[in-house]
């Protein structure tokens, strides 16, 4: 079965410019997550969706930032406008709840960089 | 009250070694510490969790020790090898349902490098 999937695998984009990351979860997964990993913060959970809804997005940094799920199938992360901070990599994981505690499976990420 | 520490930063062993990286958390109600290993240019896997209602959990040459009391645990990787060298985060998650539920607030990670 294949992993999460993501694209782009690397962006690089001028300030200002519109990024739109993309995900496929793993099929039959009911939970997506959005994190963002750098240097200086770690791994940071943006937003998670369940059933498609989003859950808790306590973590997007501004408005700037907003993500949806329009299917089970795909979520899309975007920024508009993008700044030189939002470099990082992108990560997406996904994880089907049977009880409690189901490990999250990560995509490889899409590695952003605004110029 | 949400942040698990962890240490060190970084860690060179040689190899056949014992690799140790130590994690601390605040959160009481958090029932769940995962460690995932991440290679340079892929997304973090999970390598081995462990559940508070058990003080150790043994996977091949890798072992989570948990001290509840301390509100501590660790990894422990015996003999370590050349393809270890990887960087490590501990994880701590509170199943409670909710809002809650699955969301990992991860360690700062350790970078390991086994030397051949």
């Known amino acids: 079965d294949a992993g999460v999937i993501q694209s782009p695998r690397h962006e690089v984009t001028e300030m200002g410019q519109e990024v739109t990351l993309r995900c496929k979860p793993i099929?039959?997964?009911?939970?997506l997550f959005w994190y963002r990993q750098t240097m200086m913060r770690g791994l940071e959970l943006l937003i998670y969706f369940n059933n498609n809804v989003p859950i808790d997005d306590s973590g997007m940094p501004e408005d700037r930032f907003s993500a949806k799920m329009p299917n089970a199938s795909f979520s899309t992360l975007k920024i508009q406008p993008s700044e030189p901070r939002d470099s990082a990599v992108y990560f997406c994981?996904?994880?089907?709840?049977?009880?409690?505690?189901?490990?999250?499976?990560f995509g490889d990420g899409t590695r952003l960089s605004i110029l | 009250q949400q942040q698990v520490k962890q240490s060190p930063q970084s860690l060179i062993v040689q190899k056949g070694g014992i690799s140790i990286i130590n994690c601390a958390y605040e959160n009481t109600a958090f029932d769940y510490f995962p460690w995932y290993q991440q290679f340079p240019g892929k997304g973090p896997a999970l390598l081995i969790a462990i559940r508070p209602d058990v003080s150790e959990k043994k996977e091949g040459r890798f072992t989570i020790s948990f001290n509840k009391s301390a509100k501590q645990f660790s990894l422990h990787i015996m003999d370590s090898q050349p393809g270890d060298s990887a960087t490590y985060f501990c994880a701590a998650s509170n199943s409670a349902g909710g809002t809650s539920y699955g969301k990992l607030t991860f360690g700062q990670g350790t970078i390991l490098t086994v030397h051949p």
């Open positions: 099929s039959g997964h009911d939970y």
């Open positions: 994981a996904s994880s089907f709840r049977v009880g409690t505690n189901q490990p999250q499976h």
